[in-house]
């Protein structure tokens, strides 16, 4: 069963999420996890088709590019590139003069180094979530649209859930997988969970001056946007908010903040007509920036969570959950080891953040 009040998923952070599936990471693990994405996203009309009837996703498969302006960011990108050309991943290095010959459009004469991976891709975020409910319910799972009020807790072993109605599911296992409402949860449990919700304000404009056929566009002096539709969406955090969930997004905070920096990297930017804007949430993690996943220490070891993927939480969560069904029916990784994001490091204050 999946416990879900939203089953439209009008406020789900994946439905609302850039969507992108990259291998442009530092740790292995993280790539490893973008890899299985890609594989299984790319065969998504046949595994998630219901009745013989393949599953409808739109993917964009347009590459990555991000772009260092300052010496320590070329540190980490020259790190994190030797980690991703071990790992089989096909990513190309830029100088300024070679990234203006691929992108024209690019003002690139503060650019230091480029990493460019042209496999990589963005997925329709609300048809995949929509597509996977359509999936798992015509292979039995039931959906109840309910909120889970507590827990039925007997010593090491969670028997169920309370729902708000007072009504009961029990269960040998369950999956908190809620993003930023997870720690909400495991606070009933009595788990402490650095993760909060990171407000995201996104927004999309067009502009009738010819660019690049670009892919997603990282400039890590903290402004990105990619292609969507006849235009592009640029997002913009909001750390002041942290630990709250704001769905209203601010008009202000692109004309001040995203304009600026949009058009310095992409002049052609400099006429733009901002048509929608919306809120997300990234479900952060403040104690490394990594998913937090499988049983906490001391607590039930049958109630497992996935949850501050911080931005990843879409490309990784096939990968997730294949690693969750692992840990009911083998009670082990099988297909990736991905010990490295136990919740034990939190309880022994062993951050390992992602440079990438």
Same mark, same amino acid.
């Given at each position: 069963?999946?416990?879900?009040?939203?089953?439209?998923?009008?406020?789900?952070?994946?439905?609302?999420?850039?969507?992108?599936?990259?291998?442009?990471?530092?740790?292995?693990?993280?790539?490893?996890?973008?890899?299985?994405?890609? $594989?299984?996203?790319?065969?998504?009309?046949?595994? &998630?088709?219901?009745?013989? #009837?393949?599953?409808?996703?739109?993917?964009?498969?347009?590459?990555?590019?991000? &772009?260092? #302006?300052?010496?320590?960011?070329?540190?980490?990108?020259?790190?994190?590139?030797?980690?991703?050309?071990?790992?089989?991943?096909?990513?190309?290095?830029?100088?300024?003069?070679?990234?203006?010959? !691929?992108?024209?459009?690019?003002?690139?004469?503060?650019?230091?180094?480029?990493?460019?991976?042209?496999?990589?891709?963005?997925?329709?975020?609300?048809?995949?979530? #929509?597509? &996977? !409910?359509?999936?798992?319910?015509?292979?039995?799972?039931?959906?109840?649209?309910?909120?889970?009020?507590?827990?039925?807790?007997?010593?090491?072993?969670?028997?169920?859930? &309370?729902?708000?109605?007072?009504?009961?599911?029990? *269960?040998?296992?369950?999956?908190?997988?809620?993003?930023?409402?997870?720690?909400?949860?495991?606070? @009933?449990?009595?788990?402490?969970?650095?993760? @909060?919700?990171?407000?995201?304000?996104?927004?999309?404009?067009? %502009?009738?001056?010819?660019?690049?056929?670009?892919?997603?566009?990282?400039?890590? $002096?903290?402004?990105?946007?990619?292609? $969507?539709?006849?235009?592009?969406?640029?997002?913009?955090?909001?750390?002041?908010?942290?630990?709250?969930?704001?769905?209203?997004?601010? *008009?202000?905070?692109?004309?001040?903040?995203?304009?600026?920096?949009? *058009?310095?990297?992409?002049?052609?930017?400099?006429?733009?007509?901002?048509?929608?804007?919306?809120?997300?949430?990234?479900?952060?993690?403040?104690?490394?920036?990594?998913?937090?996943?499988?049983?906490?220490?001391? @607590?039930?070891?049958?109630?497992?969570?996935? %949850?501050?993927?911080?931005?990843?939480?879409?490309?990784?969560?096939?990968?997730?959950?294949?690693? !969750?069904?692992?840990?009911?029916?083998?009670?082990?990784?099988?297909?990736?080891?991905?010990?490295?994001?136990?919740?034990?490091?939190?309880?022994?204050?062993?951050?390992?953040?992602?440079?990438?």
């Amino acid at each position: 069963a999946i416990v879900e009040p939203d089953p439209a998923y009008t406020h789900a952070a994946s439905a609302r999420s850039n969507a992108g599936v990259r291998v442009q990471f530092s740790q292995e693990q993280s790539i490893w996890m973008s890899q299985f994405g890609h $594989e299984f996203y790319a065969n998504f009309p046949q595994l &998630m088709a219901v009745d013989g #009837t393949p599953a409808e996703l739109t993917l964009n498969r347009r590459g990555y590019l991000l &772009m260092a #302006t300052k010496p320590g960011q070329v540190a980490d990108m020259q790190a994190n590139l030797a980690v991703q050309h071990a790992e089989g991943c096909n990513v190309v290095v830029h100088d300024a003069d070679s990234l203006g010959r !691929l992108f024209p459009s690019l003002a690139t004469h503060d650019v230091l180094m480029a990493t460019h991976s042209p496999d990589d891709m963005w997925i329709d975020p609300y048809g995949a979530v #929509t597509a &996977m !409910l359509r999936k798992v319910r015509a292979m039995g799972v039931e959906l109840v649209r309910s909120r889970v009020a507590d827990f039925v807790v007997d010593g090491r072993v969670m028997r169920g859930v &309370m729902l708000e109605d007072s009504s009961r599911i029990d *269960a040998d296992w369950i999956v908190n997988c809620t993003g930023a409402w997870a720690p909400a949860l495991c606070a @009933k449990v009595g788990i402490e969970v650095p993760v @909060k919700p990171l407000p995201i304000m996104a927004y999309y404009f067009e %502009t009738r001056m010819e660019v690049d056929a670009f892919g997603v566009t990282i400039d890590l $002096e903290r402004i990105s946007f990619r292609p $969507e539709g006849r235009g592009f969406i640029s997002i913009n955090h909001r750390p002041e908010l942290s630990g709250t969930f704001c769905w209203e997004p601010v *008009a202000e905070l692109f004309e001040e903040h995203n304009w600026p920096r949009l *058009a310095h990297r992409v002049p052609a930017f400099e006429a733009l007509k901002v048509m929608q804007s919306y809120c997300c949430h990234y479900a952060m993690n403040y104690f490394d920036g990594n998913v937090l996943l499988g049983a906490w220490p001391g @607590k039930p070891d049958n109630f497992l969570i996935a %949850t501050g993927a911080s931005g990843h939480g879409l490309q990784h969560a096939p990968a997730s959950g294949r690693a !969750l069904a692992e840990l009911i029916l083998d009670r082990q990784f099988v297909s990736l080891d991905l010990s490295r994001f136990g919740c034990d490091r939190v309880d022994e204050n062993r951050p390992d953040p992602e440079r990438g």
